[in-house]
């Protein structure tokens, strides 16, 4: 079965510590994005990429970094400076306009 | 600037009547509209589309509606079910982004029996 990937589901982070969130998708999309998503603030774009070696930053980069080493993978690393990294974090892909998402991981600051 | 815009944060409807979730983009290039439903702790899943050369698209229970002079849309749900019990996004693209969706704040849905 095609589709996206994401783990962990749960994970939780020491407050200074970077933590990487994975992403991987077998549909043979060219793009993938990170989506964040608070309550009462929808989905809030954080980095995307529309081809292997190349990303973009998105609304709210601060504090993140990507890497699009290969076409399968995205993985989104949450630095010690994103602020408020507690939120539910969301990969997405697409061959079009419409996207396939995964599962999300929730990610906890203790 | 929010560009995609749902100002209802929440609705709640009887089932069996009619649901409908609205949206408002600002963007004049936008040219396609997504819905997307969403449970608790899962990914958004597609639910239906429309480009801007239509003004209603259906599929089921559920249709859409476009009216570009007034930059709005809207989802229409009927008859409504428990199950439709979600959160709902509206979705924009277009312009010279053609492959960055701008997602809306969603709206609430509850159904109650």
């Known amino acids: 079965d095609g589709g996206i990937t994401q783990s962990p589901k749960y994970l939780f982070r020491k407050e200074g510590q970077n933590v990487t969130l994975s992403c991987e998708q077998n549909l043979n999309h060219d793009a993938m994005y990170w989506y964040r998503q608070d309550p009462g603030q929808g989905l809030r774009l954080i980095y995307y990429s529309q081809i292997v070696n190349d990303f973009q930053k998105g609304d709210i980069a601060e504090g993140y970094s990507v890497s699009r080493e290969k076409k399968e993978s995205f993985p989104l690393t949450v630095t010690s400076a994103q602020k408020n990294p507690t939120a539910f974090y969301l990969c997405?892909?697409?061959?079009?306009?419409?996207?396939?998402f995964g599962s999300g991981t929730r990610l906890t600051v203790v | 600037d929010q560009q995609v815009k749902q100002n209802s944060p929440s609705l709640s409807v009887q089932e069996g009547r009619i649901s409908i979730l609205n949206c408002d983009y600002t963007?004049?290039?936008?040219?396609?509209f997504l819905w997307y439903k969403k449970y608790p702790a899962e990914g958004p899943t597609f639910l239906i589309s429309?480009?801007?050369?239509?003004d209603k698209n259906e599929d089921g229970r559920f249709t859409v509606f476009l009216n570009k002079s007034a930059k709005h849309l809207s989802l229409h749900i009927v008859p409504s079910q428990p199950g439709d019990s979600a959160v709902y996004f509206c979705?924009?693209?277009?312009?010279?982004?053609?492959?960055?969706?701008?997602f809306g704040t969603g709206t609430r849905l509850q159904v109650f029996p």
């Open positions: 963007n004049s290039m936008f040219d396609y």
């Open positions: 997405a892909s697409t061959s079009g306009v419409g996207y396939t």
């Open positions: 979705a924009a693209s277009g312009g010279y982004n053609t492959d960055k969706l701008i």
């Open positions: 429309i480009s801007s050369i239509k």
